[in-house]
């Protein structure tokens, strides 16, 4: 009884967390301009259905400029954070780095301190140097808040690693950069891949610096929701949303597959220890 | 023997300190990017919350003038005579900049400057204490000369006295201000309140849940965790629009509870644009964050413990109590610092759906940055906030550590 009441309750938080999720997926296909069920659309009425809102994405020029600005932001902000992340990562194994606990502490902090404040201090700072209304500022600072979750992946990814693996091809006579991208590189990618994966949603995602850094010419997806919500209320951000829902659903799977792949690895690690 | 062993001592450490020097030049490159892309522009806040020379740099001569001034009175013949010098020989813009500052100690004290300097320059009249209150009688009164003389401070502390809810009297004492203008203060405790709010509904709403997803077979709760993961994936602010959609007056929630007859059409309820939303949205927002650390310790509890404390005859809810929860806590930790962490800056969620009752620290802020323009202020909001934040991180940080944050 007790129990059947527990898994009745797991079960609704889980609709909780998923449904608002869905609600937005039939709207997207409205024929209506409106935000809400029309009765043909609750009669199941196929005329209250329509594709107009993804045509209307499509061809406007202004999403697809959005989507150009947000893939190159992401891609070049993600591939700048995981090098950078996964090293850091490497260096913090060391349990004896002095300052460890100092210098992990600001690493992360970009996870932490509050979006508006980052922006606030980024446009005077970037305004001063001329990188705001550039693509190369909001690259920079999507990077800063991407580096956390790839410091933070490989670190786990690391935590179960075989360090002999890598000085066994360093007594091979591998050189450590040759022994690195060998020996070490292949076993912790799963760990950097779910790290990127990680940086690049952050970035896909991020709207306030865009906001504050980024002129007209810079604008990402968004920001155009952004822009939508404030100003034009219209389902075509519902279409837009839907895809993004399709998009991070991807991810995960990809990150999930990665994490198990990254669990067995370890698995088979410890079980040659053992 | 007795020579080698120094010696190899003094090897290993040479070889350990290389080590740890290796190391150092592998974290080098992020920490130094994150200290100059992110660390140093937040610390250009803390200046800034105390810096302010845009006004005494555009009317050096009235702030050499006003620092002899003793406040009690008006000031006398002399000061009025160096701001009209000011005001004659400034330059445009730097007259404008200082214009747009002063703004922001007198309401309207930017056209009162731009206006008086027209005006002198207009006339030919020499400018003195009459002719200034002729063109604009509020040159007559203390409280503007006082409000004029802390703008001119270069370093001052006049906008934590704000953020605070203080103001400078006539007598330029800090006094509080009136209780209808008290707006930071309550600002901050209600910002503390709602991020409370919604870590205790993440905890009454996750730890149900992490607990039920640790209890099943470790297959069935791999599928189940993608419901958790999915929102915790997907972007902020299509979640944020998801609520827009939900919660609107005409929203499938308001006329899910009419078809039921819950409610009448008159009487649909207000659940966008006030604190309800931002409530709401925030805890589905966060509350993955919750899960997570939750599930993760839950998984480590070996569940031989629980069922040693029942054979012994504990009745189930007993041996929860007294072996299951208290192994727990570290997961309730972890997730409630993170998620009222998390809460305290938040910025878009209440922008877009919690209105005006359910607005945040944040968004005055972003206020101040974007429309009023009052950049001291915002710094000196900021410098607030993120102390609150760096405390509570601080915490995190001692007792939890890095390793606690589990992102998958």
Not at chain 1, 65 to 80: C, D, E, F, V
């Amino acid at each position: 009884m007790m129990a059947r009441a527990l898994t009745l309750y797991a079960g609704l938080v889980l609709f909780f967390l998923v449904a608002p999720l869905l609600v937005i997926v039939p709207l997207s296909f409205s024929a209506e301009p409106y935000f809400t069920f029309t009765p043909a659309m609750l009669s199941l009425d196929p005329d209250g259905y329509s594709l107009r809102w993804y045509e209307a994405v499509l061809s406007n020029p202004a999403w697809l400029r959005a989507l150009s600005n947000s893939l190159l932001i992401g891609i070049a902000s993600t591939l700048l954070a995981t090098s950078l992340g996964t090293l850091a990562a490497l260096g913090l194994q060391r349990r004896d780095l002095p300052l460890r606990g100092l210098i992990t502490g600001i690493l992360i902090s970009p996870l932490v301190v509050p979006i508006i404040i980052a922006a606030a201090g980024m446009y005077f700072f970037y305004s001063q140097i001329g990188l705001t209304g550039s693509l190369l500022g909001l690259v920079l600072a999507h990077t800063a808040l991407g580096t956390p979750f790839v410091v933070i992946t490989v670190s786990a990814t690391l935590s179960g690693f075989d360090w002999t693996l890598p000085r066994a091809a360093a007594s091979l006579g591998a050189d450590p950069v040759t022994a690195f991208f060998r020996v070490t590189l292949p076993l912790i990618l799963p760990g950097v891949i779910s790290g990127a994966l990680f940086a690049f949603a952050t970035s896909f995602d991020e709207v306030v610096m865009v906001l504050f850094l980024g002129g007209p010419e810079q604008r990402t997806i968004p920001r155009q929701i952004w822009t939508g919500i404030r100003e034009e209320i219209s389902p075509a951000i519902l279409a837009v949303a839907t895809i993004l829902v399709l998009l991070s659903g991807l991810l995960l799977v990809a990150v999930e597959l990665l994490r198990r792949r990254a669990e067995a690895l370890r698995t088979i690690a410890n079980l040659n220890a053992a | 023997m007795s020579t080698s062993g120094p010696t190899l001592a003094r090897q290993l450490g040479r070889a350990e300190a290389k080590a740890r020097l290796k190391s150092f030049g592998l974290v080098a490159p992020l920490l130094v990017f994150i200290l100059a892309s992110f660390a140093l522009p937040i610390a250009t806040l803390l200046v800034r919350s105390v810096h302010n020379p845009e006004v005494a740099a555009a009317l050096p001569a009235t702030a050499a003038a006003l620092q002899i001034w003793d406040g009690a009175r008006l000031p006398d013949e002399a000061a009025f005579g160096a701001l009209a010098q000011d005001l004659l020989t400034a330059p445009e813009d730097a007259l404008s900049r200082a214009a747009s500052r002063f703004n922001s100690d007198l309401p309207g004290g930017r056209a009162l400057l731009l206006l008086t300097a027209r005006a002198l320059k207009a006339s030919k009249d020499a400018p003195s204490r009459a002719r200034f209150v002729q063109i604009d009688p509020r040159w007559g009164e203390q409280q503007v000369w006082v409000q004029l003389g802390v703008a001119l401070e270069v370093w001052t502390a006049k906008n934590f006295v704000t953020a605070m809810d203080y103001r400078y009297d006539e007598n330029r004492a800090v006094v509080a201000q009136p209780r209808e203008k008290q707006l930071y203060v309550t600002l901050f405790l209600r910002t503390l309140w709602v991020a409370g709010a919604v870590t205790l509904l993440c905890l009454v709403l996750g730890y149900p849940l992490a607990y039920v997803l640790a209890q099943a077979p470790q297959r069935l709760s791999n599928i189940l965790m993608i419901f958790v993961l999915l929102p915790f994936w997907t972007s902020l602010i299509v979640r944020t629009t998801s609520w827009i959609v939900l919660l609107q007056d005409h929203g499938p929630i308001n006329d899910m509870l009419l078809a039921l007859g819950l409610i009448d059409d008159k009487s649909r309820l207000a659940l966008i644009y006030n604190a309800t939303g931002t409530l709401i949205a925030m805890t589905h927002i966060l509350l993955p964050f919750m899960v997570l650390p939750l599930y993760s310790v839950m998984r480590g509890i070996p569940p031989t413990l629980t069922r040693a404390a029942l054979s012994l005859g504990a009745p189930p809810f007993l041996a929860f109590l007294r072996v299951f929860l208290p192994l727990s806590v570290p997961g309730i930790a972890a997730g409630s610092l993170l998620v009222f962490i998390l809460a305290l800056g938040y910025y878009i969620t209440p922008a877009l759906v919690g209105g005006l009752s359910g607005e945040l620290y944040s968004n005055q802020i972003a206020f101040h940055m974007q429309s009023s323009l009052n950049w001291g202020l915002a710094s000196a909001l900021s410098v607030i906030l993120l102390s609150a934040v760096i405390g509570f991180y601080f915490v995190y940080m001692r007792i939890i550590g890095a390793e606690g944050l589990r992102l998958t």
